[in-house]
């Protein structure tokens, strides 16, 4: 069978270009660190890729959105924590007017405490994270309550029982907190919902009336039993130790959930490492043997494509 020069040549360029093309495709790996890195490499494994990819993409929303659970979860019992200790000392001044033994100098110290820790109350039921309000429902861009509002009242009522009525009926009956008993749900994982918010209704309305009603009656204590609002501080504290404890055990299952969360992100990324990612140690070793390929088919071009007439001439 005669070869002709021209099959000859195309068949000396295909081996060249072919040798080039293993070795560029080599260099990409090694450059990439990628066995994959473009889907003919792999039609399975970039199937593979793009699954895992995507799973990891949802792996750090979950995340994203189980640190600002965590952090709102944190700013909500740190809030709670504060106001179980508020209301302990407003037992401890309440205790002390209830002994009937005091001056009217005291009585005047108390009162004014008491207001301070009832203003301090109601900042904590205000209390925000992230420019949002905590406590109140979904409405977080509305403060629970007003303060100057409550003081407006309990300034124009005439005894306790004219400033509960008063309270009940501040916005067309709806009482003095402002937001709504609405649950602020996160998804923090795979079919995994969180509630995260507790309602001021729930922690501070009967703490913060509490106060006001002893605020009123303070300013007659003769006239007035003192001692009866302690079981109120005593039921209102309990709310809030109540709601401390649905956060703590919040808390506690969303750091379960993040340890799950980082243990999935470990396994995928292991797997898709194990689909796309490169042995460099093998490619480093294909590569130079796709070089000498590569050098060699051109030296053996060199040496067997046709001469030209001027090499003839020489």
Not at 187 to 201: F, K, R, T, Y
């Amino acid at each position: 069978m005669r070869v002709t020069e021209n099959a000859m040549t195309r068949t000396v360029l295909n081996d060249v270009m072919g040798n080039r093309g293993r070795l560029s495709h080599l260099q990409e790996k090694l450059s990439s660190g990628y066995d994959i890195n473009r889907p003919s490499d792999d039609p399975g494994g970039t199937s593979s890729t793009m699954q895992l990819t995507s799973t990891l993409s949802e792996l750090d929303q979950f995340k994203s959105n189980s640190d600002r659970a965590h952090d709102w979860l944190a700013a909500t019992e740190s809030a709670l924590n504060e106001s179980t200790d508020t209301v302990g000392r407003v037992r401890e001044l309440t205790v002390q007017a209830a002994s009937g033994s005091l001056s009217e100098q005291s009585y005047e110290g108390i009162r004014e405490e008491v207001d301070a820790l009832t203003e301090h109350l109601v900042s904590l039921g205000n209390s925000r994270h992230s420019g949002r309000y905590l406590f109140s429902g979904h409405q977080t861009d509305e403060a629970p309550y007003d303060i100057d509002e409550l003081w407006k009242e309990l300034d124009e009522a005439d005894d306790p029982e004219d400033l509960g009525d008063r309270l009940a009926n501040l916005d067309d009956g709806g009482g003095m907190f402002r937001g709504d008993e609405g649950t602020m749900t996160v998804e923090v994982g795979p079919g995994v919902e969180l509630d995260i918010n507790v309602s001021g209704a729930e922690a501070f309305d009967d703490i913060i009336e509490t106060c006001l009603l002893l605020r009123k009656a303070l300013e007659d204590p003769e006239e007035n039993e003192i001692g009866e609002y302690l079981s109120d501080i005593d039921d209102a504290k309990d709310e809030i130790l109540s709601a401390r404890s649905r956060m703590g055990g919040r808390m506690n299952r969303l750091e379960l959930n993040e340890n799950r969360l980082e243990e999935l992100d470990e396994s995928v990324q292991r797997v898709l490492s194990e689909t796309r990612d490169a042995d460099i140690a093998e490619v480093v070793m294909h590569l130079a043997t796709a070089e000498r390929a590569y050098h060699t088919s051109l030296a053996t071009g060199a040496r067997i494509l046709p001469q030209t007439l001027l090499d003839h001439l020489r």
